[in-house]
């Protein structure tokens, strides 16, 4: 099976989020970054997949010369090739940024085969559009489904189960298709020494953008909400606060 | 006054209803039902018929409302934030090559472009943005509008969309219900546990607790990294959002993605050893010190109030 499946690089935050002085991006000055956890599950489940049924697992993003250190994160779990979509840092709008990898994928699927199966994350950590794997899809011309927590490949089909509130949906798709995960659909496993050294010499390809920006959703500013202040009364320290907690519960109308 | 179609689907809901509200405060709304449902208080109702449409079929039904766009013209559709909504909506993006702002909270639509604001980070943070397009598509965050409420029968529509067969290759096929316990949704509490739990059996008290109050049990993230709970019990960004009358948090730090899954609660209770952590801060009430000696506490001071010992 040839696998791809696409990652964007954003900031981790910790507990509050502090924005740069023009207000347009994450003050990341401090932060380390990562990848969405459903794209992790996304390279996670894509390199299951090859090791079931043999085959390839690229990592495709698009982003800025630093986006390198989450595709070397892919690899070193086990993906076997990268390739990077160059930016000059600022982030793409839904539109633009589905063109670029829609067009970088038809090139790669020129010099090679199809890729039978592209995974996507449910939605990226930052601008969460909901939308980017929807669209490849379209622009390649392939079915696609989101949300799915499940996965399986059985001949020229894929069986991808959703969770519902009363139970899980099932979807089959022809291949070659798209498939959007969520966490939850398996436990990414780590780095391990050899993946880690496979990394550091493994070559990322890394060209510009074939097509340039200019979708019609444009941001312009980030804003923090406003946060409430809240008064923590503390109800006590160790097992002696027990009945302090248990009025509590009453009083919330908790114990019957 | 400009038209504005809100697709709500086969089960209109509290958040699609929330949707509705968005519509009129933008035009004047007639609503994209599939099949027999109607909405009181509008208008107009169009009412999608199709065999194909008969389960969810996202693609078929993008399908159908790019049709009854291109033939009707609207100034913008609206769908809610929900799994369908969004998934829905990014197909009709597509199909129309039209930009789609997901997850809305306010629009200004007092000229062509229209200014709005949208959440990142799963709600931790708000995006201004400019949205130019000749049909505008959105999605309402869930919850940042009042539910709509009206009366009277809409004059109903009947469209009947061609839908190509091949479309149906992303449709439901099969459905396997799961025989749940109280739903963490729907919990009047939940009791959520944390890194500070330290293990799958550390669990079992916040079972014992959650069980004597009628809630479920949720926890974070490291929890479910570690297998040592389903995911389905993560609350946070890439987990579920919830909104319970009181959340117990357990050995939770606070981290802002785990946050925006809660902080929708009406009450916070933090139990932590330390009194810092951003989830103490942050809470209505705390209780500082190992939740190993605290938990078992509680648990047999509520047995003892309920006389159950
Ligand atoms: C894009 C993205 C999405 C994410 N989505 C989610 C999500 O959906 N949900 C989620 O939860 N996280 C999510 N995370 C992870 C999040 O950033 C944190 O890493 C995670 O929430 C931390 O879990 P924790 O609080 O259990 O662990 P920690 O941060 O390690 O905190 C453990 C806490 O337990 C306390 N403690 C330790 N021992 C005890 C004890 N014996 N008694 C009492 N207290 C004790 C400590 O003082 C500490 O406050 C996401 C991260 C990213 C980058
Ligand atoms: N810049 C990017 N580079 C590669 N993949 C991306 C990029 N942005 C989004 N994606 C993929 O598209 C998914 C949905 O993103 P979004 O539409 O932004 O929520 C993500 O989980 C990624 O898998």
């Known amino acids: ?256 | 006054m400009s038209r504005v179609m809100v697709f709500v689907g086969d089960q209109p809901g509290e958040i699609e209803s929330q949707a509705i509200t968005l519509g009129h405060s933008l035009g004047s709304v007639e609503a994209v039902v599939l099949g027999d449902v109607t909405i009181a208080g509008l208008n107009r109702v169009w009412s999608v018929q199709h065999p194909l449409l008969s389960d969810y079929a996202p693609e078929a039904i993008a399908e159908a409302l790019a049709q009854l766009v291109g033939r009707e013209m609207p100034a913008a559709v609206i769908a809610a934030g929900t799994e369908r909504g969004n998934e829905v909506m990014a197909h009709l993006g597509a199909l129309l090559d039209l930009p789609l702002a997901s997850n809305i909270v306010s629009v200004d639509a007092s000229d062509d472009d229209w200014e709005l604001t949208r959440v990142r980070w799963g709600g931790s943070l708000l995006e201004e943005a400019t949205l130019s397009a000749f049909v505008k598509l959105l999605t309402v965050a869930p919850h940042s509008q009042p539910a709509f409420a009206g009366s009277g029968d809409p004059e109903v529509t009947i469209f009947t969309p061609e839908i190509d067969d091949s479309l149906a290759r992303t449709r439901v096929t099969e459905r396997v219900t799961v025989e749940a316990g109280i739903s963490l949704t729907t919990a009047p509490v939940v009791v959520s546990g944390g890194r500070g739990v330290g293990s799958a059996e550390g669990f079992a008290t916040l079972e014992q607790l959650a069980n004597l109050l009628g809630g479920a049990v949720g926890c974070s993230r490291v929890v479910t990294n570690n297998g040592w709970r389903s995911h389905r019990d993560q609350v946070g960004q890439t987990g579920t959002r919830i909104a319970p009358s009181l959340y117990i948090a357990c050995g939770i730090s606070g981290a802002i993605q785990h946050w925006v899954g809660m902080m929708a609660a009406k009450k916070v209770l933090a139990i932590n050893t330390d009194p810092d952590a951003p989830m103490v801060t942050k809470a209505d009430y705390a209780v500082i010190g190992d939740l190993h000696e605290i938990l078992p506490a509680i648990v047999d001071e509520v047995k003892r109030r309920k006389g159950l010992e």
């Open chain 1, 1 to 256: 099976m040839r696998i791809l499946t696409c990652v964007k690089r954003v900031p981790a935050p910790g507990a509050r989020i502090n924005l740069t002085e023009d207000q347009r991006a994450i003050d990341a000055r401090h932060l380390s970054f990562t990848v969405s956890p459903h794209e992790e599950c996304a390279v996670e489940e894509g390199i299951r997949l090859r090791e079931a049924n043999g085959g390839t697992v690229t990592v495709l993003t698009l982003g800025p010369a630093e986006s390198d250190e989450q595709l070397r994160y892919a690899i070193s779990v086990g993906a076997d090739t990268a390739e990077l979509i160059l930016t000059d840092g600022e982030e793409w709008d839904p539109q633009s940024t589905a063109n670029a990898l829609a067009s970088r994928i038809k090139d790669l699927e020129a010099e090679g085969q199809a890729f039978d199966l592209i995974l996507f994350g449910n939605e990226s950590a930052d601008a969460g559009g909901y939308q980017v794997g929807i669209r490849v899809a379209h622009l390649l011309g392939r079915p696609i489904i989101t949300g799915i927590k499940g996965l399986q490949v059985e001949q020229q089909t894929v069986v991808a189960r959703r969770e519902v509130e009363s139970g899980f949906e099932v979807y089959r798709l022809p291949l070659p298709a798209v498939v959007a995960v969520k966490e939850g659909i398996n436990l990414p496993r780590y780095p391990t020494l050899p993946g880690r050294l496979k990394a550091k010499k493994a070559e990322v390809a890394n060209l510009g953008p074939a097509v340039g920006i200019g979708g019609g959703l444009q941001m312009r500013m980030l804003r923090t909400p406003k946060e409430q202040q809240t008064v923590t009364t503390v109800l006590g320290r160790g097992a002696d606060a027990a009945p302090a907690v248990v009025d509590l519960l009453a009083e919330l109308g908790l114990l019957r």
